[in-house]
């Protein structure tokens, strides 16, 4: 199940939202409220998950109850002091989950890049990637490292444990929330009509943004790098670029803004995961806007371990940019993909911050963006032999600078291109401003604020209908 489907929008969250505010009314205390309205979530994240992955729910569920219990075996080994011990139990909780994490994602990759060696011959497992193992695997880590660190406390619930890693808005893909983001959420919050109607509105853009932009320019980007590169000019490989670019930017961000939305109708307050990275000026400050979640992750769990025995700069870089790429897909071209981007940020690093800024913004814009696009390619083509012709064509085409197809193509998509690039810079932000200076224009904002989100569930749900198969780019991650 996914969330822009007919019977997720129509059928699986309106009854879990009917569900939860009905047992809410039952409720004689507060206390008493948060847990009914848990266990429900509990109920729908696992039928959620078991919805498309009705073998592996079982492997989430044992990931679960094995973390539970190395938390509570780590948080005894705390309070007895037993420092020693406590790393032990530490190491042992790193090995289990990236060792299960390894075994579904990167097996077979290592063993096909294993048989290219001489006299190797390895039989190559063929395992299902779980649905949002990725994610869900690194929560689990943030909660164990913040523990080990004395961040947080350990969770007693097993159930509060569990809706913590299982909950059905960010399960599958992201944002990664933090234990400390919500724990206190966990065990009480209070839900209400605006911030519900707020999570609604975000819920509705997140909608749109899959359904109508996404959606849409994906047919643009198959029908330029589906067939041969060779074919292509000089601008449509460019043009084919920027088109994937904004397609991956309106399916993942739609998903996060979703699954924001969704937090804030449960009462749940998950941090930002996108503040529009195309406004970037340089690659440090697009990847401060771009799948924040992760990026945070690698910053504050891995950039600073000691290699060696102690903490290298460098070392300490590579390795977040190779973990960067590698998390994202067990293929060569996502480990390029993450180098490339870490050496562009070793090169600003180097510069220093003073020298970057004395570059004219204009300049600045034109580098960021040039690297960006040509980054979006690395990430496309996981045949190496089609990303060597990627970048053939994008510098000395065989079929000239442009043609009558890449023309066609524009005119035929020149409204979507438009509303594509328009909703790449942050007019709901801007609109929110402008509404908060005076009761009458708040009055105006909230009034176009509705309508545009009717009109937009309704345009979404008409191109539902006959739509077969919708998944987002970042499951398969």
């Not at 290699?307 to 071209?333: D, E, M, P, Q």
């Amino acid at each position: 199940m996914v969330f822009s489907s007919l019977i997720f929008l129509y059928l699986f969250m309106p009854v879990c939202l009917l569900c939860c505010g009905l047992l809410s009314f039952t409720a004689k205390d507060s206390r008493r409220k948060t847990a009914l309205q848990n266990g429900v979530l509990i109920i729908f994240s696992l039928i959620f998950y078991a919805w498309g992955e009705p073998t592996y729910i079982f492997l989430l569920l044992s990931s679960v109850l094995v973390n539970y219990l190395l938390g509570l075996w780590q948080g005894r080994c705390k309070d007895r002091a037993d420092e020693r011990m406590a790393k032990a139990v530490m190491i042992l909780t790193l090995v289990f989950n990236l060792g299960l994490l390894g075994v579904f994602k990167y097996s077979g990759f290592l063993v096909e890049n294993l048989n290219l060696l001489p006299m190797v011959e390895l039989p190559v497992p063929k395992l299902r990637l779980p649905i949002g193992i990725s994610f869900y695997t690194f929560q689990i880590l943030s909660y164990q490292i913040d523990l080990y660190w004395d961040k947080v406390e350990r969770q007693r619930n097993p159930w509060h444990f569990l809706l913590y890693i299982s909950m059905f808005p960010q399960l599958v893909a992201g944002p990664i929330v933090r234990y400390s983001t919500i724990a206190a959420e966990i065990a009480h919050r209070r839900v209400t009509l605006t911030e519900c109607s707020a999570g609604l509105s975000r819920f509705v853009m997140g909608l749109a943004k899959k359904v109508i932009l996404s959606n849409h320019l994906s047919v643009i980007v198959e029908d330029f790098f589906g067939g041969e590169l060779s074919q292509l000019t000089l601008l449509g490989t460019w043009y084919a670029v920027a088109v994937y670019a904004m397609q991956v930017y309106f399916d993942f961000s739609g998903y996060s803004d979703m699954a924001i939305g969704m937090g804030l109708m449960f009462g749940f307050h998950f941090d930002e995961n996108f503040r529009h990275p195309f406004l970037c000026k340089d690659i440090s400050e697009f990847w401060q806007r771009w799948h924040i979640s992760l990026g945070t992750f690698f910053r504050d769990y891995l950039l600073y371990v000691p290699i060696f025995g102690k903490r290298r700069k460098y070392g300490g870089l590579f390795l977040v940019w190779f973990c960067t790429g590698l998390w994202h897909g067990a293929s060569w071209n996502f480990i390029l993909w993450g180098l490339y981007f870490g050496l562009f940020i070793l090169l600003e690093q180097k510069l220093g911050k003073k020298r970057m800024k004395k570059i004219p913004l204009v300049i600045r814009h034109i580098y960021s963006k040039l690297v960006i696009l040509v980054g979006f390619g690395i990430f496309y083509f996981e045949s190496l032999p089609r990303l060597g012709a990627f970048f053939k064509a994008l510098v000395i085409p065989a079929q000239g600078f442009a043609d009558r197809y890449l023309l066609t193509s524009v005119q035929n998509n020149c409204w979507l291109l438009m509303a594509a690039v328009i909703c790449c810079f942050p007019l709901a932000e801007r609109l929110k401003q402008w509404g908060s200076r005076t009761p009458q224009r708040a009055y105006v904002c909230g009034v176009l604020g509705a309508a545009c989100n009717l009109l937009l569930l309704l345009v979404s749900s008409i191109l539902l209908v006959d739509a077969t198969n919708n998944p987002f780019l970042y499951f398969r991650f």
